[in-house]
C-alpha cells in the first residue's frame, strides 16, 4: 500500500468516526428532548441528514446508540479516576474513590444507565460466548486490582481478570436494585458494603486486628 492509499484510508476511517460521533450526538440530543421511547431511527438519520440505510449500517437500534454513548462516558470517568487514584496509597481507598466518581453519573442519568444495561444483557442471551468491549470502568478496576496485587494486599494467585468478574457482578446487582427502586438505599453507601464485601467476603465477625492486617497486605488471602 503506497503513501496515498494510506492518507486515503486514514481520511476514510475519519470520516466515519466523525459520522459515528455525530449519529451519537444527535441522538443523546433527541432522547434528551423528546425522550428514548419517542424518537425514532428515521428521526435521527433525518436530523443527521444521512440515509436511514448508512445510518443502520452504524447501529442497527437506538439502544445500540445509547450503549456506544455510555462507554465513551465511561472512557471519560475511567481517564479522571487514573488521576484520582495516583494520591491513594490502598486498595479499598482507590475502589471507593473510583466507584463513587463514576457512580455520580450512575446517579444522575438512571434511565440511560438502564437502557445501557439491558441492551447489554440482551446481547449476551442472545449471542452465547458474546464478550463485549471493555468498559472504562473495568479499566481501572483491573489496575486498581493490579496495584493491590502488587502491594499484597490482595491474592496474586487469583487473575485480575477473574477478580474484576466477581466486582462486575457484585456492582451489577447493586446497579439493578438501585434502579428497581432508588428509594432502597442510597447509592454511595451500598458502594461502601460492596467494597467490604469484595475485599473482606462475608464473614460474620472480622476482628480488628484482622482488618488491619488485610489493609496492611492481607486482603483476599
Not at 492509499?5 to 466523525?18: G, V
Not at 495516583?86 to 450512575?106: C, E, F, G, I, P
Not at 453507601?189 to 473482606?200: A, T
Not at 486486628?209 to 489493609?215: A, G, R, V
Amino acid at each position: 500500500m503506497d503513501a496515498k492509499e494510506i492518507l486515503a484510508e486514514s481520511r476514510m476511517d475519519r470520516k466515519k468516526r466523525e459520522t459515528r460521533q455525530k449519529i451519537v450526538k444527535v441522538s443523546m440530543d433527541l432522547f434528551h428532548s423528546q425522550g428514548f421511547e419517542n424518537t425514532t431511527m428515521e428521526q435521527i438519520a433525518e436530523k443527521t441528514d444521512i440515509a436511514r440505510k448508512t445510518l443502520y449500517n452504524y447501529f442497527s437500534v437506538k439502544e445500540a446508540i445509547v450503549d456506544e454513548y455510555v462507554r465513551g462516558i465511561s472512557q471519560e470517568l475511567a481517564k479522571e479516576n487514573f488521576k484520582i487514584i495516583q494520591n491513594l496509597t490502598d486498595t479499598k481507598s482507590r475502589l471507593m474513590a473510583a466507584l463513587n466518581h463514576s457512580y455520580d453519573w450512575v446517579e444522575k442519568n438512571p434511565e440511560i444507565t438502564g437502557i445501557c444495561i439491558n441492551y447489554r444483557l440482551g446481547n449476551m442471551v442472545k449471542e452465547p460466548g458474546y464478550k463485549s468491549t471493555e468498559t472504562g470502568t473495568q479499566s481501572i478496576l483491573e489496575k486498581i486490582i493490579s496495584l493491590g496485587q502488587k502491594a499484597g494486599e490482595i491474592k496474586p494467585d487469583i487473575s485480575v481478570e477473574l477478580l474484576v468478574r466477581h466486582m462486575d457482578l457484585l456492582r451489577s446487582t447493586m446497579t439493578f436494585e438501585w434502579l428497581n427502586d432508588p428509594s432502597k438505599f442510597e447509592l454511595h453507601e451500598e458502594i461502601s458494603k460492596l467494597v467490604d464485601l469484595f475485599l473482606y467476603g462475608a464473614a460474620s465477625k472480622v476482628d480488628s486486628s484482622k482488618k488491619s492486617d488485610i489493609s496492611k497486605g492481607g486482603c483476599l488471602r
